[in-house]
């Protein structure tokens, strides 16, 4: 009967090494989870929506998906079959893969979308959009050498070696969100007018959610920054780093699903009766007009326009597919 091999000592500090990464897993999940709930809610509440928009939702929840499968997967390589050996909690598995690949996927996704909205709210503002996109595309790359890397290298110890990819991956997509979130509030807030109370209520719901939505993706990405140089000597980072990527896609959903709040919002001021804030163009039968909060580009110092309407056939939805200009008169 051949012998046992040696069994290593379980250090002092393991929970250094298996905390970040059960915690990471969890959290994930957990955040999949609300993505799946937001996915429900946007196809039952918008199924006017673009094709295309319905096709970005569909490709992110497959996207997030594979991910949460291959981080199971994981979990299941370091605490499943490799239990009770602590040399195994070094090695990355399939993680190189799924976490910062993946995460470069879907946050290059969202935020080239954040890139076109820009475009569509201001056209002067291209050059705007590609800074955005450039640093978007910068750290999709750095992550991409990163996971390689890492791969590569076999260890979690090993991930300080390329740390210049993590710098690309990390600071790249932290400048992405605060450019994103600026200009997005610039731009809206320019859109203010004296006169029209709602209109400024509308804007500014729109404000604080881009504002705080763009501002927890850069502030999750500058953290794992800030624990992968403080802690060197042991994998806290892979924690934040795990659910970076559903930040993005819940933050991409929330930007959808808001429209419900804003019609909610409208209804509580105009009374009873199918109101609401809308984007689609005044047909005959409708008694106002329209939010071109959405559109296929608005030239250079055309004012924003934000009108209620009151529709007996249908309801006050906020499509992102029917998207007009407005010019000074409207």
Same mark, same amino acid.
């Given at each position: ?18 905390? *970040?990464? &059960? ?24 199924? !006017? ?14 996207? $997030?998906?594979?991910? /949460? ?21 070094? +090695? *990355? ?18 935020? &080239? ?33 990163? #996971? ?29 969100? /605060? ?36 501002? &927890? ?36 959903? /929330? ?17 009873? #009766?199918?109101? #609401? ?17 959405? #559109? ?5 110092? $055309? *004012?924003? +326009? ?6 007996? $056939?249908?309801?006050? !939805?906020?499509?992102? !597919? ?9």
């Amino acid at each position: 009967m051949s012998a046992l091999p040696p069994v290593i000592p379980i250090p002092p500090n393991i929970e250094s090494v298996t905390a *970040p990464l &059960l915690l990471g897993a969890l959290f994930d999940y957990a955040l999949y989870g609300v993505l799946s709930l937001q996915i429900y809610i946007y196809f039952l509440s918008f199924p !006017d929506d673009r094709p295309a928009i319905k096709w970005l939702v569909r490709v992110i929840y497959v996207l $997030e998906t594979v991910q /949460v499968c291959l981080s199971a997967a994981d979990i299941y390589f370091w605490f499943g079959t490799g239990y009770g050996n602590v040399l195994q909690l070094d +090695k *990355p598995h399939i993680s190189p893969f799924d976490t910062p690949i993946m995460c470069a996927v879907v946050s290059l996704i969202v935020q &080239l979308w954040f890139c076109y909205r820009i475009w569509i709210l201001d056209n002067s503002m291209v050059w705007v959009s590609g800074i955005i996109a450039s640093c978007s595309l910068t750290q999709a790359i750095g992550a991409i050498i990163g #996971g390689a890397k890492g791969h590569i290298a076999g260890r979690f110890s090993e991930a300080h070696s390329f740390i210049w990819a993590v710098y690309i991956w990390l600071i790249g997509s932290a400048v992405a969100d /605060v450019i994103i979130a600026g200009t997005m509030a610039y731009l809206l807030l320019r859109a203010r007018t004296d006169n029209q109370k709602h209109t400024n209520t509308v804007l500014m719901r729109l404000v604080r959610l881009i504002v705080e939505t763009n501002s &927890l993706t850069a502030g999750m990405a500058i953290f794992a920054l800030i624990i992968f140089l403080a802690a060197p000597n042991n994998n806290w980072f892979t924690c934040p780093t795990m659910v970076i990527s559903k930040l993005y896609s819940n933050t991409l959903l /929330v930007s959808f699903n808001n429209r419900i709040f804003l019609r909610v919002g409208d209804n509580s001021q105009h009374g009873s #009766g199918r109101s #609401g804030v809308s984007a689609r163009v005044p047909q005959s039968h409708s008694s106002g007009s329209v939010v071109p909060i959405n #559109g296929r580009g608005r030239p250079a110092g $055309e *004012p924003y +326009k934000i009108h209620t309407f009151r529709d007996s $056939e249908s309801g006050g !939805d906020l499509h992102l !597919d029917d998207i007009q200009h407005h010019g000074s008169k409207a």
